[in-house]
């Protein structure tokens, strides 16, 4: 640690450093530059009369006073988290559940894991139409079926009703997310060595046992950068939002990074929805050091 | 130690697409035209335009020609996707890279003219005797600050279509809508589809509505701006239309008419094409949009228009405009786009009034007003969208709904005069 930094030590290194400098400037440029242009754009009023010329007025921090009294920012922050706790804990479940069933040798096993990655390779353009169609209230097989059934007599709104909407979404979400989970899951549970397993049945675990004292615990690396992960791509989600309800009905399902969007984009808001940007990178930046200190301890 | 530095990098890497939105692409996918001729010693005119398809062909064929004939003047037409136009225009600007000429969206000129891009063409429009021949409204969605942003090169407006097979006789006030739609809808066919999705699309769709009620944006909360809203509450309520039109825009209305599950729809000439295309053998007719009070119809204009950048060769740009504009190609060209032309001479012309339909288009044109409410337009359309919506999903009474558009509307409204 002392010697960090120091004019010797990065002499001496210098070689080295060179084989990272073009991937290093690479993350100055297209990330670190654009993370502090966003944090300055967050403390200007940046609308449409000064996006152009870009001389925009320091305001400090009157962008975040903005926001943050916003109704709508609360009800997409909350919305936000309600989306990525579904999201994060029910992709994982249903990952893990398809993982272990997987992992059992069955003829076939390869086609059907092919198969169920099909959902996570779409581009979520096609995903989204497929879900706003299957969910449609006046002609969507899901009402239809449970129709059929008898479950229900009228057709349910999945997404033109408020509080339903958001679960709509979040359980399209969750579609999306679970093959990744699942490949993630599978790939660990089969490098983990078979002899564990064997020695655990001769000292007489059972199935369910040698699962949450062998199998979990070794897994734990893959389901922290699991969870991590998860973190992550919830604040990325946009795109199946737009295409599947368009934030509504009346900003019912909107969630941060559409907020965001709509700020910037549709009222030309930049510097306020440049806040939004920080706050999200701030709430996941308190994850990624969180977990960055967990794989350290790990590795010493 | 090296490797803690790699893993912070590799950690701030797992955020990027995070802040992506806020940064600028300058770039404006920019792709060759294949013009062949020889643009030596010529002015370069950069346009850009976002019409897919047929109408990208048109353009395209038009700017070659133009290219052939001009001795000093070339144009270099670029392809923008429309879901993007407007970010880009904006950022590609602010980068200093953006187009010399664009088409661009009536309804956005106050948007693009506030922001620094557009500059003024009030020279150009009143030189030419352009402002003489196009329709006043319609050169009013042009107008920002009492100077001209924008040429028309087209207008459009919403109408309303029926089916000829369900509808025998097209409604004209909204007490007759109601009716119709009584008569008309059955456990599988809604009376009236219309688009009232969280999009501008769906403020586009309610202006006329609002207007005909004898309401504006400065009187959401009035009885006139509730009583347009109870209307639509109406319809989705008696289940004349379907509850998914929040979810709706233009593009679904016109696939739901299609099928035939819809008796009516609200929409624009442009989805003519593809109502051929879907429907081949349905049989339509267009009308005004039913008033409240017979004879107070009222429609919304849309439409394209050419817009010069602020920094452009303005001489260049006007070699081109007397060139489009001029009587031998003016009136191909937008017959050929299948669209309206925004005069009233050529409208008068027979190739738009023999047709039924496209007279009854020409007819809703002419009483058409555009969106002219300044630059924070967008804001109030995002009230009025949350307030439909709201309204219609039965969150909110069409009075709290309006109400609170009213309060956002009001003060942006105040704060332009």
Known sequence: MKKYGSYKSIKKSMNEYTFILPAFLFLVIFILYPVLYNFTLSVKDANLSNFVSGNAPFTGLENYTKVISDPYFKQAAVNMLIFMVFCLSLQFLIGMLLALFF???????????????VGWMNPVIISGSTFKWL????????????????????????????GIALFSVTAANIWVGVPFNMILLLAGMQSLPLEIYEAASIDGAGKIKSFFTITLPLLKPTISILLMMGIINSFKVFDLIYIMTKGGPARSSQILPYYSYELSFQSYKFGEGAVVSVLIFIFVMVFASFYLHMTQKEGD | M????????????????????CSGGNEGNSEDSGQTSDTAGKKE????????NDQGEILQEYVDKFNE???????KASYVPYAEYTQKVLTAAAGGSGPDVLIY????????????VLGTMTDLVEEGGLKERILPEVMKSHEYNGEYYGLPIYGNCLALFYNKDMVSEPPKTWDDLLATAEEVTTSDTYALAFAAAESEEGTFQFLPWLWSAGADLDSLDSEEGIAALSLYKELVDEGYASKEVVGWLQQDAMLQFCNGRAAMMVNGPWQMPSIQENAPDLDYGVSILPARKEGEAAS??????????????KEAAKEFFDWIYGEENYSDFVKELGQLPAEEEMLMDSYYQDDPLKKAFADNLMVAKPRAYGPDYNEMSKAIQTAITASLSGMKSPEEAMKEAADVAGPLLEKQQ
């Open chain 2, 300 to 313: 919304i204009l849309g439409g394209e228009s050419f817009g010069v950048a602020v920094n452009a060769d």
């Open chain 2, 105 to 116: 969206g009536n309804n956005e000129t106050s948007v693009l003219a506030e922001s620094g």
């Open chain 1, 135 to 162: 969910l449609s209230g006046d002609n969507g097989v899901v009402n239809y079926l449970l129709m059929k059934i008898g479950l229900i007599h009228s057709p349910i709104a999945f997404l033109t009703q408020p």
């Open chain 2, 45 to 52: 005119l950069n346009v850009w335009y976002y019409w897919d």
């Open chain 2, 2 to 21: 090296k490797k803690r530095v790699v893993s912070v990098l590799l950690a701030s890497c797992l955020l990027t697409g995070l802040l992506a939105g």
């Open chain 2, 69 to 75: 004939q001009s001795e000093i003047v070339s144009i």
């Open chain 1, 103 to 117: 992992n059992m040798q069955f003829a076939g096993a390869k086609w059907m894991r092919a198969l169920v990655l």
